[in-house]
């Protein structure tokens, strides 16, 4: 079924790529997670860190946006990459040192993040712009079932860097990865439009207002940002710190539990990513919202039983309902915005999700202290239910009612 899109040689630099950083990124993710917790000992501080890494998309995640449709997109990538390969040494060279503060990481976690405001959006507006609409769908699960699909080999790699060299060394790989990508980005042949460079501020925030107004005009692509902030705010603290704080409590082993888990993880979520276009080719509002009420059953799930065994099946139903959601999400942005807009819609989505995270952070870090971390996630899991049914149920009425006033409108 994939085979015909990965010959595609564009394709496949791309997506290689995209995978191999996506590995860097996953273990430079839980590096500043560990290294934050190792230095302060603190919840807090971890939490902290987690919010470093969602801040800069509300500062800079719109901008981004525009200058991933303003800018030479091949160009713009490969400056990107390489520009955060020296910052994560830096890490690696302090650590050594003994120099390394909390501070420090904050800072070059907050820089890291603030590069890929203006590197994730144009990264995703370069594959419609090599792929047809009819190979969309399986590029897109093919695309997320190797970004996905890396958490699987990221156990592996985490718990032997973690016994070898430790979690210091999860920076070095993540610096050679973008050194890959820049490679891989750099043989990819990207057919854009004339881009136009000399625009001003002014037309910055004029552009961002105006993809504002179009998408409120346009009732599927405003329901799905709404629906998707609310998703995410449930879900972030309780997968992303709750999760791990949680296993910490439970075994000495917490971090090479963690890595397991995300492995596990990933891998139900490649057998999804490679099922799913063999029963949907073209993909709707409401199978978005199946798999949201999918991912909250996980939640719940692993809520509910609280025990080492149950986090590995509830988060193989995680696995499940989050690529639905997902790709499906992806496939409506791709369909419904046209090219010249592409950027700040994945941008706006990206703002979204990270203004969610930052809030969700905030909120669930200060909680933590006056409920338990399981009352929260069986809380969480339970609200996504809710809200994906609740969606569900008023976009199935809407569609019975147009239903039905067109065939009286034709009687």
Not at 116 to 129: A, D, K, S, W
Not at 375 to 392: P, R
């Amino acid at each position: 079924m994939f085979k015909t899109v990965w010959k595609n040689k564009n394709i496949r630099n791309y997506l290689l790529g995209g995978g191999i950083s996506r590995l860097g990124d996953v273990l430079s993710g839980m590096a500043f997670l560990f290294l934050a917790y190792d230095l302060t000992g603190s919840k807090v501080h971890t939490t902290g860190m987690a919010i470093a890494e969602t801040f800069p998309y509300l500062l800079f995640g719109l901008i981004g946006g525009v200058m991933a449709d303003w800018l030479p997109k091949k160009k713009l990538l490969i400056v990107l990459d390489i520009i955060r390969i020296p910052l994560l040494f830096s890490i690696v060279c302090l650590y050594y040192f003994d120099l390394l503060s909390y501070f420090y990481l904050l800072v070059v976690s907050f820089l890291i993040q603030t590069i890929g405001c203006f590197f994730n959006p144009t990264h995703r507006t370069v594959l419609p712009l090599i792929t047809k609409e009819e190979e969309r769908t399986e590029a897109n699960s093919l695309h997320d079932t190797l970004l996905r699909g890396v958490t699987v080999l990221s156990p592996f790699l985490s718990v032997w860097l973690l016994r070898s060299y430790g979690a210091i060394h999860f920076f070095t790989f993540d610096a050679l990865s973008y050194a890959v990508s820049a490679y891989y980005i750099s043989r990819v042949n990207i057919k854009e439009k004339q881009q136009v460079i000399n625009k001003s501020w002014k037309k910055v925030f004029r552009s961002i207002g105006e993809f504002a107004s179009w998408a409120k005009a346009h009732a599927t692509i405003r329901q799905l940002f709404l629906f998707t902030f609310m998703t995410v705010f449930f879900n972030t603290w309780v997968w992303e710190v709750g999760l791990l704080l949680a296993l910490t409590e439970m075994s000495s082993k917490s971090e090479e539990l963690y890595s397991i888990i995300q492995g596990i993880f990933g891998g139900v979520v490649i057998l999804t990513n490679i099922i799913l276009p063999i029963f949907f080719k073209k993909m709707t509002l409401l199978l978005y919202l199946v798999g949201a009420a999918i991912w909250g059953v996980g939640i719940t799930y692993y809520g509910l039983f609280y025990s080492i065994e149950h986090f590995f099946i509830g988060c193989a139903i995680v696995g499940i309902g989050l690529p639905i959601a997902g790709l499906s999400r992806i496939y409506l942005i791709q369909s419904l915005v046209p090219e010249e807009k592409m950027g700040r819609a994945f941008s706006t989505n990206s703002v979204l999700l990270y203004l969610s995270n930052t809030v969700s952070l905030v909120i669930y870090g200060s909680l933590v202290s006056i409920i338990s971390i399981q009352q929260l996630m069986i809380i969480s899991g339970i609200l996504i239910v809710l809200t994906s049914v609740i969606g569900l149920t008023v976009a199935m009425n809407k569609a019975k009612f147009r239903r039905r006033f067109t065939i009286h409108f034709f009687k």
